[in-house]
């Protein structure tokens, strides 16, 4: 059985840094994809980033494109979004999400998904 669990929301100031960790268990590193997602309070959730099944490749959202960072572990079998200069509006529920099942990654469809984690700036 697959699972997905995310780790590393908490509270930063303005222009901080945070990174979230993904583990999906059930699933070796390189036999998902993974991306992303944020939904922020009374707004629709919105992709942030995502990563290909070798993590040789990372796409992102333009809102936080040159200030978040994707990647894979593949000794931790983990998925990490760095995110730098963070700003309010950065202020979310993540999401991770693993393998992409057709579609875009932009809207998916993601056969598996985690609780997600808060993440909060203050300004």
């Known amino acids: 059985q697959v699972q997905v669990l995310e780790s590393g929301g908490g509270l930063e100031h303005t222009g901080g840094s945070l990174r979230l960790s993904c583990t999906v268990s059930?699933?070796?590193?390189?036999?998902?994809?993974a991306a992303w997602f944020r939904q922020a309070p009374g707004k629709e959730r919105e992709a942030v980033s995502y990563?290909?099944?070798?993590?040789?490749?990372?796409t992102y959202a333009a809102s936080v494109k040159g200030r978040f960072t994707t990647t894979k572990d593949k000794a931790q079998n983990m998925v990490y979004l760095q995110m730098n200069s963070l700003k309010p509006e950065d202020t979310a529920i993540y999401y991770c999400?693993?393998?992409?099942?057709?579609?875009?990654?932009?809207?998916?469809?993601?056969?598996?998904w985690g609780q997600g984690t808060t993440v909060t700036v203050s300004s």
């Open positions: 990563i290909n099944y070798s993590g040789s490749l990372g």
């Open positions: 059930g699933l070796t590193i390189g036999a998902y994809d």
């Open positions: 999400a693993a393998i992409l099942d057709g579609g875009n990654w932009l809207q998916g469809p993601y056969r598996h």
